[in-house]
Every structure is written in C-alpha cells, then in structure tokens.
C-alpha cells in the first residue's frame, strides 16, 4: 500500500460508514472501498479492527483508523484543506462534537435496541426531538446544517455571515 493510499472498510448500509464516505467526498479524498459482509468477517477487517470486529475502518498510509467519530477528526485533521468538518472555533468544535455524540446515541439506540412497544417508541421519538428543539435557541445567528440519513447525522456549524 503506498503512502497516500485509502482503503475504507464497511458495508453498503451502515450510517456509521456512510458518513466516512460523505467526509471524504466533501474533502476530495481518493479512496478505495472494501465491502464487508458482516455475517462472514474479512481477515482483513479482523486484521485492521481486532477490538470490535465492525466498520467502518480506514487504512492510511498503513495506518488504521477505527469509530467513525475518531475517523471524522482524523479525516478533518489530516486533510486541513478546503472544506472543514468541525469549526475553527475550539467552543463552536465541542458543541458540534456534542450534538454529533447526542446523534450517536440517539442513532445507536436505534439501530441496536428497537422499542418492542408503540409506547416506548413514541417515548424514545420524543425525547429525541425536544433537546433539538432547545437547540434553536443556542445558535442564534448561526446556520446550523444537519445531513441526516435515517436517524444518523453529521452536524456542520457554519456563520451564517460568511
């Protein structure tokens, strides 16, 4: 594998690994795609993600990187130019990291543990829905843009002066 070369592991499904896929469009990333059937697990994703056994994983330069937020910063930190993922601004950054972690678990949630009840359903909607309506008040004279998929997101803040 040379220097530059990316491989990205996942499967044609997973939000988790998409949103690697949308980062590394949006920053001009060539990358190579391995499809991963999770039902029989590659020796090449047991090799690069021993721990967990999941996607999405990238290999850089003979680097691997695994858990899409860790890949996200990764990915922002070492292609610096053009479009940035996280804002400049070190507070503007740990808010977006936090509504982009509260997404996690929201999506997690899920995607791993569906409510066997209308009524847990309806509880889990609606606990998901008010923190963001509370969010609206915090960005004023901000754009806030949330890409979603399902119920997976990836949150850019951008001024809205720009």
């Known amino acids: 594998m040379s220097e530059s070369e990316v491989k990205l592991f996942r499967t044609w499904s997973n939000p988790f690994a998409l949103r690697i896929v949308w980062a590394l469009k949006l920053k001009g990333v060539e990358y190579e795609t391995i499809l991963e059937d999770l039902t029989k697990k590659s ?64 999506s997690s949630c899920r995607y791993g543990e569906r409510s066997s009840s209308r009524e847990g359903a309806g509880r889990s909607a609606s606990s998901s829905v008010e923190p963001l309506e509370i969010c609206g008040g915090i960005y004023q004279g901000k754009e806030v843009l949330n890409f979603q998929v399902g119920s997976y997101w990836i949150v850019s803040h951008c001024d809205s002066k720009a």
């Open 43 to 106: 020796p090449s994703l047991l090799q690069y993600n021993p721990i967990h056994k999941k996607v999405p994983v990238i290999v850089h330069g003979g680097n691997t990187v695994v858990e899409s937020p860790v890949i996200l910063e990764y990915t922002d930190e070492t292609w610096a130019a053009g479009y940035r993922l996280l804002p400049e601004d070190p507070y503007e950054r740990s808010v977006a990291r936090f509504w982009a972690k509260f997404g996690d678990d929201q």
